[in-house]
């Protein structure tokens, strides 16, 4: 028969408790809580951590740091919490990352310098074990000086830093080709025959922001298409930018607009059908991420798939393996044109 028994709600939970429950030694149980190198199990790992989730029991956090040298916590930098691209690849890195114990802190900096080195020094103060830059870096000498010596100062102290964007930190990066996946949206309009394509810009300060401008600008002469400033607007990486930028770049002779977040893309086309505009039959519109908004956009959006879920999935395995001492490659992921509605070839 059984020894297991059931504990009555007054009880208190303790390394105890789940090893009676587990019918496992306390010494067993505390090796497996502490993640301690001592070899132990799979099977009885297993049912160490099913006992422990159905007691409720939470180690103390403070102990294990002191015994393990780690918190246990990643501190995640984004722009904008609300942004769907940031979403998807917080739950990435979180998904792949929660398995180890670890706990996500995020702090959205809503692109202000100061407000992020705040969250930076907050960061360090509490002794997080990584930093996750998620976001493009901005384009502030102030800002950049501070932030390297941050960063120099966390992981002199044996922390770990991610890159998951654009950005000048150099630590463990999942680089994701923005300037070729640009060439490629410019590529598929100019072969459909497009000749004069707008371009709606992301907010100047990012780093993310002049790459894209750059690429397309490149790739835009490399076809022999026009290019000029009154096919360029700033479209702040929002729906209301969006729509303000395409009615300040359409003016009779575009064909098509290409815009360097999906947010741009989908006001843009809310902007052009509001103004009488078919798309695609008057103007095509090409948007950048993928994000599930696009494809139950009004018209459903041709865009740039950027594997944001996977941006952060294959983060959280590189810090997994830097966090264990080990020194991996840097990981390299690029775009693909996603086809749905909203593009067409030209008019004659």
């Known amino acids: 028969m059984s020894n297991r028994r059931t504990l009555s709600a007054r009880e208190r939970v303790s390394l105890r ?17 502490s993640r301690s190198s001592h070899p132990v199990a799979d099977e009885t790992r297993k049912r160490v951590l099913a006992a422990a989730e159905r007691l409720g029991f939470q180690p103390n956090q403070l102990a294990r740091a002191l015994v393990t040298a780690r918190s246990q916590t990643v501190g995640v930098i984004v722009h904008d919490i609300s942004d769907p691209y940031f979403g998807e690849l917080v739950k990435g890195l979180e998904d792949e990352i929660r398995a180890d114990g670890y706990r996500l802190f995020v702090a ?9 080195l705040e969250y930076l020094r907050a960061f360090e103060a509490y002794q997080v074990d990584a930093l996750v830059f998620a976001a493009s870096s901005l384009e502030d000498p102030a800002y950049r000086d501070e932030v390297e010596t941050l960063v120099e100062r966390f992981e002199s102290r044996g922390g770990i830093t991610l890159v998951l964007s654009e950005h000048f930190v150099e630590g463990h990066k999942v680089h994701f080709d ?3 996946s640009t060439a ?14 707008g371009f709606i810009a992301g907010p100047p300060d990012l780093t993310v922001s002049r790459h894209r ?4 600008q490149e790739a835009v002469e490399k076809r022999g298409l026009t290019y000029d400033d009154s ?29 360097s977040n999906d947010l741009m893309a989908l006001g843009a086309s809310r902007a052009l059908l509001d103004a009488g505009h078919r798309i695609p039959q008057d103007i095509s519109v090409v948007g950048f991420d993928d994000l599930p908004l696009a494809e139950v956009a009004p018209v459903p959006l041709t865009t740039v798939r ?12 590189l810090l997994r393996r830097a966090l264990a001492g080990e020194d991996p490659d840097d990981v390299h992921l690029v775009g693909e044109i996603v086809e749905r509605r909203s593009v067409a070839a030209p008019r004659a």
């Open 17 to 33: 408790a789940v090893a009676e429950l587990a019918e496992v030694s306390v010494a067993t149980v505390s090796r497996v809580m």
């Open 184 to 197: 490629v949206a410019v590529d598929y309009l100019a072969d459909l025959g497009h000749r004069r394509i």
């Open 231 to 259: 096919l360029v607007a700033e479209g702040s990486f929002s729906i209301e930018g969006g729509k303000r930028a395409a009615l300040e770049i359409v003016s009779g002779g575009e064909t098509a607009i290409l815009a």
């Open 213 to 216: 401008h750059q690429a397309f």
């Open 108 to 116: 959205s900096s809503d692109r202000n310098p100061a407000r992020e």
């Open 178 to 180: 923005n300037r070729s």
């Open 306 to 317: 950027v594997p944001t879920y996977d941006i952060g999935r294959e983060g959280a395995i």
